[in-house]
Structure formats: C-alpha cells, structure tokens
C-alpha cells in the first residue's frame, strides 16, 4: 500500500472559487489586470494541504477540456446549455493558461485531455488507482457533487469552502444528508435533477421521494420492476422514464479514458506561496 495520500484537484472548479469567492481582489500593481483567480488557485490549494493532510500528498489537477462535454451534448443538446461565456465567466477561463503554466514550472502534475471533461479523468485515475493500489487513500478536492458517486472506504471528497467537521465526504456522510448510497448517485441525481449542468429531473420528485423509491440500495433497473412507481409521482417518472435514463448516462462518470500520465505514487514538491507563483509568472 502506497502511504502517500493522492490529491485530485478539480482545476476548474477551484478557479471558479478562487475567482468569485475570495476574500479580497487581488489586482497588478498597475491595477490593469485581475490576478485574482491565479493567486486564490494556489492560495486555497497550498491551505487545504496544509490544514487538511498530515503527510504531503501527490497533487494532480485536472482541467476541462476545451471539447470535453461535446460527447454528452451529442446526446443531449441540452446539457449545460444554461451555462452564459458572459465576461464575468470567463474570468477563470482566462486565468487557465497562467496556473498551468505555473504548474509546470514548479513540476507540478496537471492533465488536460480536451476531449473530456475534468470529471470523466478524474474517474479514470481514481479507477486505475482502485486497480493497482486498492489501499491507497484518494481525496478529491471539488465542490461538485457528481463526485459523490466516486466515494467509497479509500476515496473522498474535500470540499473546502465548507465549514469544519462538513468538508470530508465519505460514504456515510452521503447516506446522512440525502439517504442514498455512493453508487446510487447517478440513479438519485436523474431522478432529482442537477441544475448546474442543466438536467431538470422528474417534475415533482424531490430528494426525499427520490431517497425513498431507492431504499435498499436499489437502481433505476430494480426500481421499475419494484412496484414503487404508483400514484401521480409513480405515473410521472415512468412517463418520463427514457428520459431518466439518459440523464443518469449524462451523470455517470467514464472511467476508461486514455490519460497522459498516473499517478506517480510519490509527494510532490511544496506549493510555493500565491505570491511567489505570480511573480514567476511576469504577472506583477
């Protein structure tokens, strides 16, 4: 077993943060460029290693692709359509090019497949990881939920924007807050929704009526020949039923991508300080 603990970081999702919900923003000292989103990237990265592990992790980021959710929206032309490029949005996008090239100078690991979305690489390597180090710790440092499905005995989600004593996501704690097993994720989520990438759910199905047809740790297959989908609720997921299935398929993560590199099973080296990381960059 492989004693160093695996950080998958949700590039995207971290900038997003860094760019909209850090405390204060961070300009040049000319004030013509917002340096925000690069200097909380490395800033909300270098605490959540600093609070949140005893030994130094290996650290890999995991970008979107430019591509990467063209696949599902082959499928359906609705997923993350809601999502508006205005100029507010792109401020993380931008900042993109700054942090990797940043994380190449301090040899720091980072994957950008631009066919894939972040989530689907992530999967990837928490499924080699699963195969060849099945032991081995992974946490997963995102505010995305879609994560929860990954989760198990040796895999967790961190999400650090919440408080204390909430911020480590393991199996039971998924069970706690929405009465759903990890692997039943993606069957919950179909039936429930998922705003943020714009999947509606079944009309009238909330978490709880959604929690209670899965009890017993069913599927969507096993849910249909249970004789739970009875009254209006019942008619109005069955009505809606091919529908369901195909936002589960849009939900599940792929786990057999071609990835440029694995985990090395090694620490990486120290993060420098925000500041550090701007001033190597010309960014000042």
């Not at 992790?57 to 979107?64: A, K, L, N, S």
């Not at 109005?236 to 091919?242: L, N, P, R, S, Y």
């Amino acid at each position: 077993m492989n004693d160093v603990p695996l950080l998958l970081v949700d590039g995207h999702n971290l900038l997003w943060r860094g760019a909209f919900g850090f405390p204060a923003a961070i300009h040049s000292r000319d004030k013509t460029r917002d340096l925000t989103a690069e200097f909380a990237f490395f800033a909300l990265l270098r605490v959540a290693i600093r609070e949140e592990f005893a030994a130094p992790p290996e650290v890999i980021v995991v970008f979107d692709g430019q591509h990467g959710a063209a696949e599902r929206q082959a499928t359906n032309s609705d997923y993350k359509a809601n999502r508006v490029l205005d100029e507010a949005a792109l401020k993380p996008i931008r900042a993109i090019p700054h942090v990797q090239e940043a994380l190449t100078a301090y040899e720091l690991a980072w994957i950008e497949v631009d066919t894939a979305e972040a989530d689907d690489v992530i999967a990837t390597l928490v499924t080699h990881v699963r195969r060849d180090d099945p032991e081995r710790r992974v946490w997963i440092m995102s505010g995305d939920r879609d994560f929860y499905q990954l989760v198990d005995d040796h895999v967790r989600v961190l999400n650090t924007a919440m408080k204390r004593g909430r911020r480590h996501i393991e199996p039971d704690t998924v069970f706690d807050r929405y009465q759903v097993q990890p692997t039943q994720w993606a069957d919950f989520r179909a039936l429930t929704g998922d705003p943020a990438d714009n999947i509606p759910g079944v009309r009238g199905i909330g978490t709880g009526t959604a929690a209670k047809l899965l009890a017993g740790s069913l599927t969507l297959e096993q849910l249909a020949d249970a004789g739970r989908l009875t009254g209006t609720k019942g008619k109005a997921i069955v009505e809606a039923w091919d529908q369901v299935l195909g936002w589960r398929d849009l939900i599940r993560m792929r786990t057999d991508l071609d990835l440029p590199l694995l985990p090395a099973g090694r620490s990486s080296r120290a993060l420098p300080t925000p500041a550090e990381v701007i001033d190597k960059l010309g960014l000042w």
